[in-house]
C-alpha cells in the first residue's frame, strides 16, 4: 500500500504522455517544458517503483504495466473533471443555480427549461430543489422561488403569480365534474405546511371540514399527486401543477371547482446591491413571462 498519495500533476503529465508517446507533445499540451515532462514521469516511476515508459532513441513506449495503470488514470481525471463541471460550472460558462422546491421544479420548470435552454443555449442551468422553505444562500444560488405570502424576514421578494387549488383523484375514480359527497368520505390527502388548503376549498363551499374520516399525510405536491393517481384519496393541488402532471398524459382528474388561496409564487430578492450579471436577469425575465402566461 502506497504510504503518500500520489501527485496528481504526475498523474495528468501521465496521461498525456501515454496519448502523445513524445515528450515534446505532451510538454506542449500542458504548457510545460520538456526537462518537465521528464522529471514528472520520473518521480510518478519513482513513487511507484516502476517503470511506466520504454524509452529508446527517438521512440517511447508504455511497459505493461504502464498500459495496464492508464486507463484507470484517464477515468480517474475523466470523472474529476466532470464532477468539478458538474458542481461548479466552467471558467467560461454563464451558469445559472436555480433553487425551487421540489414539486414545482419537477412539475412546472422541468417541462419549461428546455424553452429557455432553445432560447438561450449558451446559458447553463443548474436545478437544486428543497422541500421546506428555509434562509437563502445567494452566493450559492443565483434564483431563488418560494411558495407562500411573501411574508419572509430573511430576504425580501417580489410576487409572480396568484394562484388556486383544485380536488384531485385517481382517473375514473369517480364520474361527474363535482364530487364533493365522495371527497367528504375521503380519504383526504394533506400535505405538510399546505394542512390549510383542505379547510379553505370546504370553507369557500359553505361545507364544515369532515372529521373521522382516513387520512394520509405527505411532504410534497408531488407525492400527494402519485398518491391520488393511484386511487389513494382526495388530495387538494395548486391548478398550475396539476395541468402539468397531466400535460402528456392524463394522471389524475379534477374533482372540483378551482379556490383561490393566499399562496403565490415569489421571486426572492437578495439585500445586497451588487450588480445581477446579465445571464441571471435573462433567467428572471423569462421566468415572469413564464408564470404570466407567456408561450
Same mark, same amino acid.
Given at each position: ?9 504526475? @498523474? !495528468? ?18 504548457? @510545460? ?8 514521469? $520520473? ?33 480517474? @481525471? ?15 460558462? $454563464? ?21 429557455? $435552454? ?89 361545507? +364544515? ?25 382526495? +388530495?387538494?393541488?395548486?391548478?398550475? @401543477? ?28 437578495? !439585500?445586497?446591491?451588487?450588480?445581477? !450579471? ?18
Amino acid at each position: 500500500m502506497l504510504e503518500k498519495q500520489i501527485n496528481l500533476t504526475w @498523474l !495528468r503529465t501521465f496521461e498525456a504522455a501515454a496519448r502523445h508517446l513524445n515528450f515534446t507533445e505532451t510538454a506542449a499540451e500542458l504548457g @510545460l517544458t520538456q526537462t518537465a515532462v521528464s522529471l514528472h514521469i $520520473r518521480s510518478l516511476e519513482g513513487r511507484l517503483g516502476n517503470r511506466l515508459f520504454h524509452r529508446r532513441a527517438r521512440h517511447l513506449s508504455l511497459t505493461e504495466i504502464g498500459q495496464a495503470y492508464v486507463p484507470t488514470v484517464r477515468q480517474s @481525471l475523466s470523472d474529476i473533471a466532470l464532477a468539478t463541471t458538474s458542481l461548479f460550472g466552467t471558467t467560461t460558462s $454563464r451558469m445559472v443555480t436555480l433553487k425551487a422546491p421540489i414539486s414545482t421544479s419537477a412539475l412546472f420548470l422541468a417541462p419549461r427549461l428546455p424553452k429557455f $435552454r432553445a432560447l438561450h443555449p449558451d446559458i447553463e442551468l443548474r436545478l437544486v430543489s428543497n422541500i421546506w422553505t428555509d434562509s437563502t444562500g445567494f452566493d450559492d444560488v443565483d434564483v431563488e422561488l418560494r411558495v407562500g405570502r411573501g411574508d419572509w424576514t430573511d430576504v425580501a421578494s417580489e410576487k409572480l403569480s396568484d394562484e388556486t387549488i383544485v380536488p384531485i383523484c385517481g382517473v375514473g375514480s369517480n364520474n361527474g365534474a363535482n364530487k364533493t359527497m365522495e371527497i367528504l368520505a375521503g380519504p383526504l390527502i394533506h400535505v405538510l405546511g399546505q394542512e390549510a388548503d383542505w379547510g379553505r376549498y370546504f370553507a369557500a363551499k359553505d361545507i +364544515a371540514m369532515p372529521t373521522g374520516i382516513s387520512e394520509y399525510f405527505v411532504d410534497t405536491m408531488t407525492a400527494a399527486i402519485e398518491l391520488a393517481a393511484t386511487g389513494g384519496g382526495y +388530495a387538494v393541488i395548486m391548478t398550475q @401543477l396539476v395541468e402539468m402532471a397531466n400535460a402528456t398524459n392524463e394522471r389524475v382528474s379534477v374533482a372540483g371547482a378551482e379556490v383561490p388561496i393566499p399562496n403565490g409564487y415569489y421571486l426572492m430578492r437578495p !439585500r445586497s446591491k451588487r450588480s445581477k !450579471r446579465p445571464e441571471v436577469q435573462l433567467f428572471e425575465d423569462w421566468l415572469f413571462e413564464e408564470f404570466s402566461g407567456g408561450s
